[in-house]
């Protein structure tokens, strides 16, 4: 734990955010922007190409915040549809949608979750080297009106590029990292202060980030199995309340 972090502790001031962790430490970009990229299909269920651009916004809204310098950048669009680490898609950042559900469950994945995001990182140090986004369109129908009561694209979306940033999920239940939704909400389109200190954590405008302050994972004799898993989480049904997704650290090179 941080200093930053154990005093707020000792204090009882313990953030709700907390950063996503692999063996090495806190996963973290070394350099920024990063850049994104949508696949152009998007979600069969909206066809007025509203679904990308609130893509796009939900990545804008973890850009240039007020604490931190930390930004992602569009790169465009593109039909590439391979993901997590597979051969090909390292270095490629990007959101898209799997509509049969089949192979989603397939690929290990719940249908209860709305999206997906992996991680590929640098086993001895963490530092992230490509990042996906995989929503789950076989199990759910989108939105992006803010008045229907299907799963809105913005509200997930800016879920899960808080991952694709390094966080995991927060224990603050108003918080955009809080790992549940309910169908038709749209408040975790706006980030609230803890998402905005998560970040700022990580990225900080003044001062060193704390991933600065890792060891190096393999000095300490990390050989090539120095990763972990993401930590597992039970769905709830209360009121058609799901999990907003799962952040899987899946491959270290």
């Known amino acids: ?103 989603w469950v397939a690929d290990g994945n719940s249908p209860l979750y709305y999206a997906v995001t992996t991680l590929s990182f640098e086993k001895c140090s963490g530092a992230l080297v490509d990042a996906d986004i995989e929503v789950n369109g076989g199990n759910n129908t989108w939105t992006t009106d803010p008045e229907h009561v299907s799963v809105d694209v913005q509200n997930v979306l800016t879920h899960e590029v808080g991952h694709v940033l390094g966080l995991d999920h927060s224990s603050d239940a108003n918080a955009v990292m809080y790992a549940r939704a309910a169908a038709g909400e749209t408040s975790k389109r706006t980030l609230t202060q803890d998402d905005i200190d998560g970040a700022c954590y990580l990225y900080p405008k003044e001062g060193d980030p704390p991933w600065l302050e890792q060891s190096d994972g393999c000095a300490t004799g990390c050989s090539a199995g120095c990763r972990r898993p993401a930590p597992g989480s039970t769905p709830a049904l209360l009121l058609g309340v799901v999990l907003l997704g799962a952040r899987r650290v899946r491959r270290a090179r």
Do not use: K, Q
């Open 1 to 103: 734990m941080t200093a930053t972090l154990l005093l707020a502790a000792l204090i009882g001031l313990a953030p709700g955010y907390r950063p996503a962790m692999t063996a090495a430490g806190m996963a973290h970009w070394e350099s920024w922007p990063v850049p994104y990229r949508v696949n152009a299909a998007g979600s069969d269920d909206v066809v007025d190409g509203s679904d990308l651009a609130a893509v796009r916004a939900s990545f804008d809204a973890w850009s240039h915040l007020p604490c931190s310098d930390f930004a992602f950048r569009f790169d465009g669009l593109t039909n590439e549809t391979t993901t997590g680490g597979d051969a090909g898609s390292e270095g490629v950042n990007l959101v898209v949608w799997r509509e049969l559900l089949t192979e």
